[in-house]
C-alpha cells in the first residue's frame, strides 16, 4: 500500500516536472521529511498528506485515502472540485479582513450576475 502511495507521489511530480526540491517548496514540508517518506524510511502523516494537498491543490482526504489513512469512499457530487479546493487552499494564505471583503465582493457579483440573467430572459 505503502509503495502504490509513493509511486503515486512520484508520478504527480513527475506530470508537475518538480523534483523533492519543488514539491518541498510548494508543500511547506521539508526536503528530508519528503525524502523520508519516499524512501519509506518515514511513515506518512496527517501532515505530510496536507502538505501534499497544498502543493497539488487535491483535497486532503483524497490524499490520506490514497496514502492508507482514511477508508477508500464512494465519489458523491458534495465533494469539492479541483478548483473549489484551489480556492479553499488560497483562502488558507490570507486573514479575516481579506475573507470577509472576498465573500462581501462574491455576493456582490452573484447579485449582479443573476440581474443580467434576468433581463436576458425578459
Not at 62 to 68: L, P
Not at 72 to 82: A, E, F, H, M
Request: hydrophobic letters at 35%; aromatic letters at 8%.
Amino acid at each position: 500500500m505503502r509503495e502504490n502511495f509513493v509511486n503515486w507521489v512520484e508520478e504527480q511530480k513527475k506530470i508537475r516536472g518538480w523534483n523533492s526540491s519543488d514539491l518541498a517548496r510548494h508543500s511547506g514540508l521539508s526536503t528530508s521529511h519528503i525524502s523520508g517518506v519516499l524512501s519509506l524510511q518515514r511513515k506518512v502523516g496527517i501532515d505530510f498528506c496536507i502538505g501534499l494537498s497544498k502543493a497539488f491543490g487535491i483535497a486532503p482526504e483524497e490524499i490520506m485515502r490514497k496514502a492508507g489513512l482514511l477508508p477508500p469512499s464512494v465519489t458523491t457530487s458534495s465533494q469539492l472540485t479541483g478548483t473549489e479546493w484551489q480556492i479553499f487552499n488560497e483562502l488558507q494564505t490570507v486573514g479575516d479582513d481579506f475573507k470577509k471583503a472576498l465573500l462581501k465582493t462574491i455576493k456582490t457579483w452573484k447579485l449582479l450576475y443573476e440581474e443580467l440573467k434576468n433581463d436576458e430572459l425578459h
